[in-house]
Nanobody, 114 residues
């Protein structure tokens, strides 16, 4: 099983980034896919989630700014992040969840700073 995040980097406040998470080694289409983040010195928190059928859910502070999507043909989940704020600075992690298993990626750093 492998989850590989990409797309992180340094962006100015108000800017945008699109994160990608490429999955392999399991039946991607059957899993709930989520993005979490861990800001410096804080605990990991849920950012957004998308079910196998495409239903989405977001943390309140991300609603209207972030969009999660998935492409089951490419075994990839995305996180489009707009109107980024300095408080969005964190390591962003991809998670694949099912009834009896949960997998994590290694994370990608997002830094929002002028």
């Amino acid at each position: 099983v492998q989850l590989v995040e990409s797309g992180g980097g340094l962006v100015q406040p108000g800017g945008s980034l699109r994160l990608s998470c490429s999955a392999s080694g399991f039946t991607f289409s059957s899993y709930v896919m989520s993005w979490y983040r861990q800001p410096p010195g804080k605990e990991r928190e849920l950012v957004a989630q998308i079910t196998s059928s495409g239903s989405t859910d977001y943390a309140d502070s991300m609603k209207g700014r972030f969009t999660i999507s998935r492409d089951n043909a490419k075994n990839t989940v995305y996180l489009q992040m707009n109107s980024l704020k300095p408080e969005d600075t964190a390591v962003y992690y991809c998670n694949a969840g099912h009834a009896y298993s949960s997998y994590w990626g290694q994370g990608t750093q997002v830094t929002v700073s002028s």
